[in-house]
């Protein structure tokens, strides 16, 4: 698994990483046995970064996480966690005392002194642009509560204003086929600041597997199923925020362009990956199987596999299918 450094930070995290959504809750159930097997399977693999966040399953993201590394001593992985959705996200809950304290839970959850990495949950654009906001992070630095901050967001804009502040370690922002606004300014920015983008839901909340149809349907606690509109949180959350059927429709559209032996999935974590900016891809995985697949596309990167079609077919399904619901938005 190919490493790459993060930020200007000592750690390396790996091109693939996990995404841990999916072993707290709004995916269905996943047992805690599953969980511990899908992280052994990423870490077996060679992936050094999890990602999850103080309100997946109420804490039983971090505390799965947590139980899982305490048993591997010398694991080499970064923990990034976020916080900032235990309360309503409105800017005055964003304080300093609010930080404390979500981050004290993370810290008993993940059984850690000090937590590797913490990102703002994709909080409000006042306080990704508020002087206040930084100077409470950097506090929690100077106390040894973290070791590093940054910023996940919904919006490039977003993105922008959390680049330019010369503490922040990573922005978290969503990247994949079907959500290309970021490769315009996002990741040159990223680049040039030194700062890590880890790209997340980039299989679109699954419509990359190409596994589904127009009929497909999900649970009534998955989020696919209620909150295809934005009805509990921002919709580009669920699916990118792509209309499931043209979704579908799309994601055959670029299966079609694979060479044999390659999955939709793997070449689009690969096609993410190799892009300029991006330090890490963090899909997430419910089965061990899943979680393998995912790590295994890293091999894309060094093997040769002429990608080149799928890139093409990447920007012109984009132009054709979703730019113009898309683009605007986020």
């Known amino acids: 698994m190919q490493q790459r450094r993060l930020a200007s930070t000592s750690r390396s995290v790996s091109a693939i990483g996990l995404g841990t959504w999916q072993l707290g809750a709004d995916w269905g159930d996943v047992d805690e046995a599953q969980a511990r097997a899908v992280l052994a399977a990423s870490a ?22 947590g139980r899982f590394l305490a048993e591997r001593p010398g694991h080499g992985i970064t923990v990034a966690t976020k916080m900032g959705r235990r309360l309503a996200q409105e800017p005055e809950n964003y304080t300093p005392e609010n930080f404390r304290q979500w981050t004290e839970r993370s810290r008993r959850n993940l059984g850690v002194d000090t937590l590797d990495l913490v990102q703002l949950h994709c909080p409000p654009t006042a306080v990704i642009e508020a002087d206040a906001t930084y100077d409470a992070l950097d506090e929690l630095v100077a106390a040894g509560a973290i070791a590093a901050y940054g910023v996940s967001v919904e919006t490039t804009a977003q993105a922008l204003a959390a680049i330019a502040r010369p503490h922040v370690t990573n922005v978290q922002i969503i990247v994949n086929p079907f959500r290309l606004k970021p490769l315009d300014e996002v990741l040159p920015a990223a680049a040039n600041a030194e700062v890590a983008i880890f790209a997340r839901v980039p299989l679109a909340s699954g419509l990359l597997s190409g596994r589904y149809t127009a009929q497909t349907t999900f649970a009534a606690d998955d989020h696919r199923s209620y909150n295809r509109h934005g009805e509990a949180f921002d919709r580009g959350e669920t699916f990118s925020g792509v209309d499931f059927e043209t979704g579908v429709a799309a994601a055959r559209r670029l299966a079609d362009t694979l060479p044999d032996g390659v999955s939709l999935p793997a070449a689009t974590l690969a096609w993410i990956a190799s892009r300029p900016g991006v330090t890490s891809v963090i899909p997430g995985a419910r089965t061990p199987d899943q979680a393998r697949a995912n790590a295994a596309a890293a091999a894309l990167l060094e093997d040769g596999t002429d990608l080149t079609p799928f890139a093409d077919a990447v920007v012109a399904v984009y132009d054709e299918l979703l730019r113009a619901d898309i683009h605007p938005h986020w």
């Open 44 to 65: 077996d693999a060679g992936v050094t970064l999890f990602d999850t966040a103080d309100v997946y399953g109420d804490g039983r993201s971090e505390s799965i996480i």
